[in-house]
């Protein structure tokens, strides 16, 4: 008899296929093809790496290992995770520049649509024996002109104590850490839940390979992840991080900002911290 498998058994190829599988059926807004615009974005990016090529004088050792990393990348399903941690913080600077509201940052592979949601204040859907610092989240979503935004969503998902997400580590419960409130008439939110843990992004692939080979470090600071939505306005997806918290100055992901670094304080009850923070949105 085999035993249960428990989020300590994650590996790069079940978290990858799991978030390549999620990437998949996410909606995205459809694309024509303007020819102009493809033979620009790809062509520059070609003598980008054709630059690099020269500038490093490439072997072909180098180019044929080049080859079989893609491939095992591909093969791992870890497409989703290697973009998201290499490439994504760049799209959401540039996609965000003008925005005069709350700082974005990147949505990572993890997210999931349609996770448990109430009006007002929610705690997290979590194990009984839950591990982590109990941590109420709460704020405010108003435009940027300061009105409240009554009718403002706020979704709210992490890793777990042990820097492990729901429905992509084994063993977790469907929901787990995920969750959703709708603001109340002043606009104002509340989640209760636990304190994330440091994330390491999963190591025995493709991309663990390379991160060991280059003698970088695999760590994403302990961070919450939120989307918060409003009827016409954009929308902000973005991350906060813990005030002094480790790998906030190094994160493998590049996704951290200084105005999303948050310092929760204990609670006069003693039941853990907590921390407001309040989200601003440009109108369309
Ligand atoms: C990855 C994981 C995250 O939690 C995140 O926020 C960004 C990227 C990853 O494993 O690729
Ligand atoms: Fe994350």
Redesign the pocket.
């Known amino acids: 008899m085999t035993d249960q498998l428990t989020e300590f058994d994650a590996t790069a190829a079940g978290t990858g296929a799991n978030a390549t599988k999620m990437f998949q059926v996410k909606t995205r807004e459809a694309t024509t093809v303007d020819h102009a615009r493809v033979a620009a974005v790809a062509g520059d990016a070609f003598a980008a790496l054709h630059k690099v090529i020269h500038q490093h004088r490439v072997t072909y050792a180098e180019y044929d290992a080049l080859k079989s990393w893609l491939i095992r990348v591909g093969e791992d399903g870890e497409w989703p995770?290697?973009l998201?941690?290499f490439v994504e913080h760049v799209v959401e600077e540039v996609v965000n520049a003008d925005r005069a509201g709350s700082k974005g940052s990147?949505e990572?592979?993890?997210y999931i649509p349609g996770a448990p949601s109430e009006v007002g204040s929610t705690t997290l859907p979590m194990r009984d024996d839950e591990p982590g610092t109990p941590l109420l989240f709460q704020g405010q979503v108003r435009g940027v002109d300061g009105a409240p935004l009554p009718g403002a969503t706020v979704e709210l998902w992490h890793?777990d104590a042990n820097g492990f997400?729901s429905r992509f580590a084994p063993g977790l419960p469907e929901w787990n850490l995920r969750g959703v409130v709708l603001a109340d008439p002043e606009g104002r939110f509340a989640f209760r839940t636990v304190k994330p843990a440091p994330?390491q992004?999963?190591h025995d692939g493709a991309t663990g390979q390379l991160i060991e080979a280059a003698g970088w470090h695999a760590w994403?600071p302990a961070?919450l992840?939120l989307k918060v939505f409003a009827s016409g306005h954009h929308s902000v997806t973005t991350?906060l991080y813990f005030d002094g918290g480790d790998y906030n100055d190094s994160d493998i992901?590049s996704?951290v900002k200084p105005d999303l670094i948050i310092a929760p304080t204990p609670r006069a009850d003693g039941a853990g911290e907590e921390v407001t923070y309040d989200f601003v949105l440009d109108r369309f």
Do not use: E, K, S, T
């Open positions: 995770l290697f998201d941690v990147i990572g592979p993890f890793a997400y994330y992004i999963p994403r961070h992840h991350q992901a996704a």
